[in-house]
């Protein structure tokens, strides 16, 4: 198998963007802020979609993904979180975690309505002192609220 994912998750712990692990996933900050608060869920389990994981492991995957948007949300208080599970680059259940705000876009729609020199602009990367902040705010709330 050759999964960047899996890949990733090998050292994922040295990622300067690594939040924290939790049960079922690992929570890293987005290299790009367009959307500040972006944050990934990146599931430990590899498969392409969610019916292919076990129940159990499933349920609590699902109720920690909604745990680390809720911390994301109320961190950043957008007005509406966009939870997107595709995977059609990279088939292993990663979730991309994007807190809106009214106006963030030309017209209300997807993310991906934007061209990716504007999603991925290099002026939306944090330096290293909001990267600490930003990673260090969305803990605090998970663990807070867990």
């Given at each position: 198998m050759n999964c960047k994912m899996c890949e990733m998750e090998k050292n994922i712990k040295d990622d300067p963007y690594f939040i924290m692990e939790l049960e079922t996933g690992y929570v890293v900050l987005?290299?790009?802020q367009r959307f500040k608060g972006y944050t990934l869920f990146i599931c430990k389990e590899h498969g392409?979609?969610?019916?292919?994981?076990?129940?159990?492991?499933?349920?609590?995957?699902?109720?920690?993904?909604?745990?680390?948007?809720?911390?994301?949300?109320?961190?950043?208080?957008p007005d509406k979180m966009n939870y997107e599970l595709l995977g059609n680059g990279c088939p292993h259940i990663h979730w991309h975690l994007y807190p809106r705000v009214k106006g963030d876009t030309p017209i209300i729609s997807s993310v991906y309505q934007l061209s990716n020199e504007e999603l991925f602009d290099e002026?939306?990367?944090?330096?290293e002192e909001q990267r600490k902040e930003l990673k260090e705010k969305i803990k605090n709330e998970i663990m807070r609220i867990r």
């Open positions: 987005g290299w790009f392409p979609e969610l019916h292919n994981l076990e129940l159990s492991f499933k349920i609590k995957h699902l109720e920690e993904m909604s745990i680390v948007a809720e911390a994301v949300s109320n961190m950043f208080k002026s939306t990367r944090p330096d």
